[in-house]
């Protein structure tokens, strides 16, 4: 008696079906949310290596922020190899769009790519990654979608600002008491997917938005998802507004974090 197994492989948008005669039956689903075990809370694993070498008073350190690799893996991989080069980064900031469909297997792929690197690495969902079951394997392999740390007396404030796909406004109150708390860090940066200039938002959200980056003298604010590479004070408020490229169009920033300054490399690769 013939066995009829379904295999289904997924590449994209398409779903290839098969049908052969066989002993093990398998499938795979763009809405599967199966995380290994060793792929989920990377959030807290990732924050747990890069603290325990932050010093409780201000040292100047590196980072890198890249954004937006969708299924660009070829030139988001080449960006990976110069990061790893680098000896002077303490971590990398990936500013969302992780996925591009939102399939388990392109956020594996992702982790993957990332865990080779030799220095920890910390994520912002974006709006691609809420697509399909993203939203859910998002909060699985990574954990919360706000979250704040200190390193070096510098306060991070990464925060979820997509709207239109989470069907969500930004958890203004959070994002609030955390800039509060960094008044008495040397600098705030902050992380969100989106800048507060794109027109997914309302003319009040962004207004609040903004409005919380100049009452709380936040020194960057970091972002992707826009393909455009930006580096500018966007409200004419003092506050810099950092936007990262995506990474199929090879630009990634790294930014030094001095006593009285902030300085942002654009790299071309």
């Known amino acids: 008696m013939r066995c009829l197994t379904l295999l289904t492989s997924i590449f994209l948008s398409s779903l290839i079906i098969s049908f052969t005669g066989c002993t093990k039956t398998f499938d795979y689903s763009p809405y599967q949310t199966f995380v290994d075990k060793d792929e989920r809370n990377t959030t807290s694993n990732q924050l747990n290596k890069i603290l325990i070498n932050s010093s409780d008073t201000f040292q100047p350190f590196r980072f890198a922020l890249i954004s937006d690799n969708h299924l660009a893996y070829d030139s988001f991989t080449d960006a990976l190899d110069l990061i790893a080069q680098d000896s002077s980064l303490s971590f990398v900031l990936h500013g969302g769009d992780i996925a591009d469909n939102g399939f388990l297997r392109e ?16 994520t912002v969902i974006g709006n691609h990654d809420y697509l399909s079951n993203g939203e859910d394997v998002y909060a699985i392999m990574f954990g919360e979608r706000n979250y704040s740390f200190v390193y070096n007396d510098i306060k991070f404030v990464v925060f979820d600002n997509v709207t239109l796909e989470s069907n969500q406004v930004p958890e203004f ?49 970091m972002h992707g998802h826009i393909g ?33 300054s902030v300085i942002v490399n654009r790299i071309d690769y």
């Open 173 to 221: 109150e959070w994002i609030e008491k955390e800039l509060t708390d960094g008044l008495n860090h040397t600098h705030t940066l902050t992380l969100s997917h989106i800048p507060p200039t794109s027109n997914t938002f309302t003319i009040e959200q962004q207004e609040r938005l903004s409005s919380l980056m100049k009452n709380f003298k936040v020194t960057l604010s």
């Open 107 to 122: 956020f594996e792929v992702f982790h993957n790519h990332m865990a080779d690197l030799p220095i920890p690495f910390l």
């Open 228 to 260: 455009k590479y930006s580096f500018e004070e966007s409200f004419e408020d003092g506050v810099r507004y950092l936007t990262v490229d995506l990474s199929g169009q090879r630009t990634f920033a790294i930014i030094e974090v001095q006593l009285d």
